[in-house]
């Protein structure tokens, strides 16, 4: 086959640009993943995005043209691309330009929105630290073993002591929660806490490894300062399990045990090493509490019941190249353009809600980098510059540029995000809309 006889670009053209953000939403078939390529013409810049099969999809192209812009898109030969639709927002979080959709009632659009700004307005934020992404354990069941090549390949936290303190008593959060990665793997942790104004709440989950030292904890953390220590049991991983419950003595003979807590996932491989049960009975002996999480795996083929990731399209994702400049105009076709309407749903989980994320919760990760929410992290280390508008960072709580949001996010991929800030924000949700019934195209 010639494949130059097929040599065709899409193009669009929007007049009356009303912001940057472009969101396009598409169908991919043939391939699992792969990956487009869109060019801005006037400008000629080039943005590569990876793209996955299941339905309606969506990416979110950033112009930098201000009026109108001209786009073409682009994509591998070998898979067809349906571009299903394209909008402009109004702005950067108005997602879809759903705010202007004729099914969409304004006044429940307008009146839901403002009720969770109204109800989270005054509210000190919670805040959570992925202190470093580094651990000193390698877990088979932890979420980001499972995304290993996007974390383990971060920069460690080497910021100093007096920066981060500084950051986190400006925002002066209500509680500031410290998890990673393994948190005490930052050498100055106690150091940090000491110089947290009091007023700040303080927690933390740790795996209670060689990196928590307790002599320098019992030296330089006050008895009242920490609030919940919740130090996770991974056997797999304890070379020692006598001496980790000793430590455990040692910890809570100091600190009490009121505000101490252990736990673990009951994953087959844990409990062969500490049996639930010798578990409980120690805790109850002392008078500990304890959480057993149940194990759930992160992939679909490890448990069907989970809704997790899918095991091929998370490999085909992680392993699409982006098509090099040489290549590509040789294997690009047309994009098929359909207006296929989005699908009726009756399952409230799937829905959209206005969601405080990014105002009442905060998550920074260990670069000092702020996101909406934990599903944001993810989806912003694993698509970088590509990732959706509200999954980017809100800016940096180290250089100054970090703000929280003062209007809710539209958020309709809670049910598939297992790490949803639900705790903190749940109660803040309001529906989109009251009478709105479609399931919105979901990204990645
Ligand atoms: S200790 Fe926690 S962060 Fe570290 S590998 Fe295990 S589950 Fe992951
Ligand atoms: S995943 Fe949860 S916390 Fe994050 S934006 Fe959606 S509803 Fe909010």
Redesign the pocket.
Known sequence: MDLRAEIMKTKFTINNLKSRYIDIVYQLHGERASSVRVVELGSGKTSDYKISDGGNRLICYETDSIGSVELEFLHDHKVEVRIVSIYNRKSRLDFLNLSEWDCVDKESFDKNRLEVIESSKNLRPYLQWFVTWK?????N?????VTEEVYRSERHNTEKVEAWASAFNKINPIELYFT???PTLYKDITKLISMINEGINLSM?T?F?GSFRLDKWFDEVPVDRMGNVCA?V?PT?IKDVNAFFDKVLRYTDHYGSERFQLEM?NHPMNTAIIPEQTLRDFCERHNIRLAIDQYTSVFDDEDPDQDGTDRALYDNIIRVENISNLDFPSLSSKAVHSEEPLPITSEESRLPVFCPAGSLRVNIDALGDAYTCMSAVDRSKLFGNYSLPHYKPLGNILDGTFERLNEPVICWEKFRCSACDYQRVGKHWRKMDDGFDKQLPICG
Do not use: D, L
């Not at 651990?135 to 877990?139: D, G, L, V």
């Not at 069941?141 to 073993?145: F, K, L, R, T, V």
């Open positions: 651990c000193n354990y390698k877990c069941y932890c979420w980001q073993e990673g990665g393994e989950t795996n490894a996770s991974h991983q996932v």
